[in-house]
C-alpha cells in the first residue's frame, strides 16, 4: 500500500572513520550532506548544503537547510525565515518534492520551541493540523516543549510504556497471528525484562525491532533511524554470497563475483543470520532481497568499520579489506514509467511504482497507447515495490475486458471481553471508520453515508475495464522486489489467463498499516488488514509464483544479462508464431 518514508536521526561516529569526499563536484557536496546528516554531524552537513546552495538556488534543499540549522541549535532566525518564506511561496514553489506545507508549520513550529516561544510553536503545530490533520503536528501538540530535544533519553517507565503499548496494539489488531507459529504471550514475558536492561534509545529500537520482526510480515515492523548502510550490494545464491557492486565513494578492491567469506570474523552466512533477525519481511524471497541490497548484512549497526575477508573470482586469491563508513553515491531515480518497442513488435512497459496514481495514469495510459499495434506486450514490475493500489487496478481495466473483483479482505480486532472476531468486508466499515480510516479511499464526512452504501453492496471493489482495451498476450515480469501495491496489481489477475508471470516469487505482502507514532525518532506499523486473491489464493506470506521461473547465475548478473527479460520475448514470439 503506501510507501513509508523513514526520518533517518543515527548516532554520531568520530569523524576519523569518515572517507574524504571532494567538495569541487555539485552531486558530491549533496552525497556529504546526505551521509553527514544521517550520521548527526550537522556541522560538516550544514556546511556541504550551504555550498552547494550557494550555486544551485532550490526550495527542496533549504527546507532541509532549515531542518540542520533545527538539529544543531543553530542560525536559528535563518530556520525560521526558511520556513516562513516556505510556507508563503508555497503555492508557487516548484521544487518541492511532496513536502506537505504542513510539514513546513510543524518545523517552524519546532523553531519557535528552540526559541523557548511555546505560544507560537503551538500555533505553528495548530495551523498545520488544521490543513490535512498532520499527524506529526498532531504529535507535537501533544508533546508540546517536548519537541526539540533530539537528544533526550527513554526513561525506564517510558521505555516500558511503548512496549505494552506495541504489544497490545499487536495483540488487538494484527492480522496474520494463525498464518505464524509464535506464543504472543510468552514473546512478552520474554521481552519484558529485556526492556527494562536496555541501556539507551538505541538498544531499546533494536530490542523492539527485534521482537516485531518475529511476526514475519512485511507490512508490521518498527521504524527508526539506526539502520547505518555501508552502500553494499550483494547476491546469496544458495550458501555463497557475491559481491555484486559498492556505492560509496571507496576505492573498494574487491570485483563483482568475488566470494564473500568472512565479515567480522564471522562466516558470511553467520553474519548474515545476525542482521537477519531485525528484519520484517512475510516470506524467505523478500528477506533475503533485502540482505543483498538496503538492509545487506555488511552495515554499521554495531561497529565503526567492517573486515571482509574474501575470495578473488579471478585468480581464487583470498584476501582482506576494511571498510569503513563513506557517502553514497548518487543513484539516479528510476523514471516510474518505461517504455520501448523491443523486436518482433513486441511491446514493453517497466512499471517501477505504483505512487503516485495521479501521475502514473495518465503516462501508462500514454505509453499503452503508442504500443497499442503492437503484437504482444511485456509489463515489467520487478523493480516495483508498492505505492498506491489504485495505480495496479486502472492497469487491469485497459488490459482487461472482464469486470474484475479488487481482491477480498478483512480486519482483526480483540477485546479480552470478547472472542477473538474477524469482520467482513461487509461488517468492517461501520465498525472501523473512525478509528482506522485510513483503509478506505475519501471517506470523508460528505461521501460517508454513500460510501458505506457501496461499500456493502461491494460494487466500489470492482474493476470495470476501460476503453480502449488492449487484448494482445500479455508477460508480467515479477520478482522478490514486486512488493505490496504491485503484488495488489497481480490479484484480481490471479485465477485468470490474461497474463502470463515470469521471474521469480513476489515479496509476498500487502496491506493497511496501523501506524503507532512514538516521538521524532520511533514508529511502529502494524499491518491490520489482511488481503487475498477473490479465488481463494493467499499470497500474503508466500507471493506470487510465476508461471515460468527464472534462476539467474551469477555470471548473467556480472555481465547484466537480462535472462527473465529475454525468456519472455522467447516466450511471446513462440506464442504470436502458433497464433
Known sequence: MKKIIL??????????????????????????????????NYDKAISSLEKYLEKNPSSFYEYQLGKLYIFSGKELNKAKQIFLNFIKDYDNLEDVEEIPVSSAYWRLGMVYEKMGNLEKAEKSYEDGFNINEDPYCKNALDNLGENTDFNKQLTEAEKLCYFFKIWHYTNDFFAFFDQIDLDWQNVKMEFLPKVQTTKNNEEFYWLMTEMIALLKDGHTLAVHGNWKRAYIS?????????????????????????????????????????????ISGSTEQWI?????SDQSFINFNFCDSIIVEYESRQNKEISKYVIYPSPNKYEKKLPKIETKLLKDNIGYIAVNSMHPTQDIIPIFDSALDSLFNTKALIIDIRKNGGGSSNTGFHIISRISNMNLPYFKSKVRFYSVDEFD?????????????????????DTTETNQDFLRDEFRNCEYFNIEPKSPIYEKPIVVLIGPNTFSAAEDFLAP????DRVTLIGKSTGGSTGQPLYLAFNNDFYVII???????????????????PDIEIEETIDDLIFDKDITLKKAIIYLERKINLE
Open 493 to 496: 489477475l490471479h485465477g485468470t
Open 288 to 292: 533475503k532481497y533485502r540482505l543483498e
Open 527 to 545: 499491518c491490520g488488514r489482511r488481503c487475498w486473491c477473490a479465488d481463494g489464493y493467499e499470497f500474503v506470506g508466500k507471493g506470487f509464483v
Open 234 to 278: 550483494t547476491k546469496i545464491i544458495e550458501e555463497n554470497v557475491y559481491f555484486i557492486e559498492d556505492n560509496s565513494y571507496r576505492e573498494n578492491p574487491m570485483k563483482p563475483g568475488d566470494k564473500i567469506l568472512k565479515a567480522n570474523n564471522f562466516p558470511v552466512m553467520s553474519a548474515i543470520e545476525k542482521t537477519k533477525k531485525y
Open 7 to 40: 526520518i533517518l536521526v543515527i548516532l554520531y561516529l568520530s569523524m576519523s572513520l569518515w572517507t574524504d569526499v571532494p567538495d569541487n563536484d555539485q552531486q558530491k557536496l549533496i552525497d556529504e550532506y546526505r551521509f553527514y546528516s544521517s550520521w548527526k
Open 421 to 441: 472476531k474477524w469482520f467482513s468486508e461487509e461488517e468492517m466499515f461501520d465498525i472501523f471508520y473512525n478509528v482506522y480510516q485510513s483503509i478506505f479511499p
